[in-house]
């Protein structure tokens, strides 16, 4: 069987035909399951995912009654249970979600390793596996529909990226307009959009979409234009050969926001910082746990230290209040307030600021003595972490 989430839930058959799945509970269990395809899900994320913050009294009996429906639709043998949950019997490729996650991966490999022809193949299969609203049966599932959706925008940018890179400058500016228009805020787009203008011929119209990033960064989130829109109007006023056929050439620079050089040496903990450094590649998010002066805010520095991206580290021990929290992390990132806002226009709040600022940027960033906000720190972290798959967070 073959599993289509990427859009309502489907199930085809072996011979091609959809299957008849029943009622939206049972479809949403099945989207819960099939986005884990293979994995034990628990009890709890399936109750919570099906049924939202009000699930109905006698939980466990009203799941147990639609995996019972969704084993009469599939076959017994595919919805297995266990003592932690249950577990869809299929091979994640079998996933419209897995396996666009695979090819868009592979494709963003290709362009990173200079083979942007087969690049672009790969991101164009992967994004045609999309059909509409991704988890569009478990309305409940927010945060994984979001991070499906970063990384389809992400996908879709590699794409354009891909294409820039293979000279087809005249026949992206109508996507990337559109693609910029329905997402202001993101800077990669706004380079890519100059690129193509530029190689189009439309130099003075490229200079006029980095004159209107810069007055809405700053209007909206209080911060200049970042290293790749800069990077791309600077190409654009001396008309640099490298924006017909190629990326436009990396600043090499990568910020350290908060972290202060150290004034004594770190000695004998070399296995420490390996194990972090090894968890880091790995994993999103890493916690370091430990008592009081232990030295777990000194290790994170050394190890922030030698990280080849962006990174800024966050001192919350003097924030007092959780609501503060992401606006402790604006301050680290030194984005400021936006002074000016249409009348008719209320304020963003500061985690949406947050999750808009860091969108598409790839980021390590460090929350140091959290102890205290613990609630609020996990809350801000999963919101970027669904939000954002460049940032990872400790």
Not at 120 to 134: I, K, N, Q, S, V
Not at 346 to 363: E, F
Request: negative net charge; hydrophobic residues 45%.
């Amino acid at each position: 069987m073959r599993f289509q989430i990427l859009g309502p839930t489907t199930v085809l058959g072996e011979d091609g035909e959809q299957v008849a799945l029943g009622g939206p509970r049972v479809r949403a269990l099945l989207t819960l399951l099939a986005l884990h395809a293979g994995r034990i899900v628990g009890a709890e994320r399936l109750v919570a995912g099906m049924y939202g913050p009000r699930p109905p009294e006698g939980e466990a009996n009203a799941l147990q009654s639609q995996v019972s429906r969704l084993r009469r639709v599939l076959g017994r043998h595919l919805v297995e249970f266990h003592p932690a949950g249950y577990r869809l019997v299929a091979d994640p490729q079998d996933v419209d979600a897995c396996r666009f996650e695979q090819l868009a991966q592979a494709g963003t490999q290709a362009l990173a390793g200079g083979d942007p022809e087969r690049a672009a193949a790969l991101l164009r299969e992967a994004l045609d596996l999309w059909r509409g609203t991704p988890l569009a049966d478990a309305p409940h599932a927010v945060a994984a529909a979001t991070a499906l959706e970063e990384l389809r925008l992400s996908a879709t940018e590699d794409r354009v990226q891909a294409d820039l890179d293979l000279g087809r400058h005249r026949e992206l500016v109508a996507e990337l307009s559109q693609l910029a228009a329905a997402h202001p805020l993101r800077e990669r787009l706004r380079a890519q959009l100059m690129r193509a203008l530029y190689g189009s011929g439309r130099q003075a119209e490229a200079l006029a979409v980095y004159d209107e990033a810069r007055k809405l960064l700053d209007d909206e989130l209080g911060v200049e234009p970042g290293v790749e829109v800069a990077a791309a109007h600077l190409a654009v006023l001396r008309a640099d050969p490298a924006l017909g056929s190629s990326a436009v050439p990396a600043s090499g620079h990568s910020s350290r926001q908060g972290l202060r050089a150290q004034l004594t040496s770190f000695v004998g903990r070399a296995d420490e910082l390996q194990q972090v450094a090894a968890r880091l590649r790995e994993h999103r998010l890493v916690t370091l746990i430990g008592p009081g002066g232990a030295g777990k805010t000194r290790l994170a520095i050394e190890v922030a230290s030698q990280e080849a991206g962006d990174v800024c580290f966050v001192p919350l021990a003097q924030v007092s209040d959780g609501a503060d929290v992401p606006a402790a992390v604006l301050a680290a990132l030194d984005i400021r307030d936006a002074v000016t806002h249409a009348s008719d226009r209320p304020a963003v709040d500061p985690a949406t600021r947050l999750v808009t600022a860091l969108a598409g940027r790839r980021l390590l960033l460090v929350l140091d003595n959290c102890e205290h906000l613990i609630a609020a720190t996990a809350e801000l972290t999963d919101l970027l972490l669904a939000s954002s798959p460049g940032c990872g967070c400790w």
